[in-house]
């Protein structure tokens, strides 16, 4: 075995472990930390929908970090819940 | 306790109000006390953030959203113009947007919140108390004079700075709880340091600016808050309900300044009924204003002859309140 395949080796092994051991957690916490993510711009942006929660003047200085998520955040928030919700 | 000995007795105090419903004569005794400061060789602002301020008229000059500017030695006079600060500020969040993504105009929806946002009505309170903050914070004078909006704004404010502060902190903790959740994923993943969260960076920002605006009002040892009365029933009985309701929030209170209080003189001339009349209802008033606030009442200042506009007539006034 050369010096690459044993480096590919221990790569493919390393993939393995993580995909059986912390592939599922780190999904699952990516997904709470979007829900979070969507909560934070409710709180924050929460006018956009018409859900006034408090004066914009300073959260209009965060809106500059939020401008990405904008329109899944809306899509995630004004949709009807169907069955994908369980899957995704 | 006179407002001379005040000021003399209390050096520290250097952010000075006059607060009280409109139309009593706020403007007046800001310019005055302006006035006198920068004689006493102090180097003085007074400011104003109403819309409908009235600087520009006291001192005969045109001096709205310009700046600090000079009206003689040691006193510089600043009126801040609301919506051309709201403005600058939707002009900022707009560059800071087209700089962080390389857009080549800001995106119809959020172009929409920005100026849906800038027509709600506390923005206003919020861009003014923010402006302030910017001015006192400078440092450069020795006292600031701040001729306050009507009492319900700054009251409204001292509320929503409350609320605010409140608000912030919460979302703070979702922010850094979000922060664990990436740093977790980030650690199962092998992956190097997450970048820093600029929102937290900028919620802390924020934070800080609300308690700065909140403390200007409230500082026990810099703030020095003047209530301006005049001896009528209406004006006393919203007085002790904003005095009532300022300490709630811990406004340093300083004193009381009676103000358009018709010269008793007047009763050894021949005077008209409807004068006497005025100077009987005075009295009773005066007397419950000795009872109610006694060694608070800073001065009394009597109905001139004509209204204070100009360095002249407010000299007289800052004689008549600071003494020669």
């Not at chain 2, 006179?2 to 952010?15: A, G």
């Not at chain 2, 007074?46 to 819309?51: A, G, M, Q, R, Y």
């Not at chain 2, 997450?194 to 600016?209: G, K, V």
């Not at chain 2, 009987?280 to 109905?303: C, W």
């Amino acid at each position: 075995m050369s010096e690459e395949e044993k480096k590919s080796f221990w790569q493919n092994m390393k993939e393995i472990l993580y995909g059986m051991a912390s592939h599922d957690m780190s999904r699952y916490a990516l997904r709470t930390r979007a829900s979070m993510e969507h909560l934070f711009i409710l709180i924050t942006m929460g006018d956009m929908i018409g859900i006034p929660i408090l004066p914009p003047y300073y959260s209009l200085r965060l809106l500059p970090y939020v401008v990405p998520q904008i329109s899944t955040w809306k899509r995630r928030l004004l949709r009807e819940k169907d069955v994908s919700d369980a899957m995704f | 306790m006179t407002l001379k000995k005040i000021f003399e007795e209390h050096p520290e105090r250097r952010y000075i109000m006059f607060g009280g419903k409109g139309g009593l004569g706020k403007t007046t005794f800001s310019a005055a006390t302006a006035y006198w400061l920068a004689q006493q060789g102090k180097k003085v602002l007074v400011f104003s953030v109403d819309p409908q301020a009235s600087l520009s008229d006291i001192f005969q000059k045109d001096i709205f959203g310009k700046g600090p500017v000079k009206i003689m030695d040691n006193l510089w006079a600043q009126e801040i113009d609301a919506d051309q600060h709201i403005k600058a500020y939707q002009n900022e969040i707009r560059q800071k947007i087209l700089d962080m993504y390389g857009f080549e105009s800001v995106p119809d929806e959020i172009e929409q919140y920005i100026q849906a946002a800038s027509a709600e009505p506390a923005m206003e309170e919020s861009a003014i108390f923010d402006a302030v903050v910017d001015i006192v914070v400078g440092g450069e004078y020795d006292y600031y004079i701040y001729d306050l909006v009507p009492l319900g704004h700054a009251l409204y404010y001292l509320s929503m700075a409350k609320v605010y502060d409140e608000w912030i902190n919460k979302i703070t903790k979702l922010r850094e709880e979000m922060r664990e959740y990436e740093e977790m994923v980030s650690r199962l993943k092998r992956e190097k340091e997450t970048e820093e969260d600029q929102i937290l960076t900028e919620l802390q920002y924020i934070r800080t600016r609300i308690n700065a605006s909140s403390s200007i009002l409230t500082d026990k040892e810099k703030t020095g808050f003047f209530f301006v009365i005049i001896p009528e029933e209406m004006i006393l009985i919203d007085t002790a309900k904003a005095a009532e309701l300022f300490a709630k929030f811990d406004v340093p209170i300083m004193g009381y300044v009676v103000n358009r209080v018709v010269p008793r003189e007047l009763l050894q001339q021949n005077i008209p009924a409807y004068l006497k009349n005025r100077i009987e209802m005075q009295d009773k008033y005066l007397g419950q204003i000795k009872t109610t606030f006694g060694q608070q009442v800073a001065a009394h200042v009597p109905e001139l002859e004509r209204d204070v506009t100009g360095l002249d007539m407010i000299r007289q006034l800052a004689e008549i309140m600071y003494g020669k």
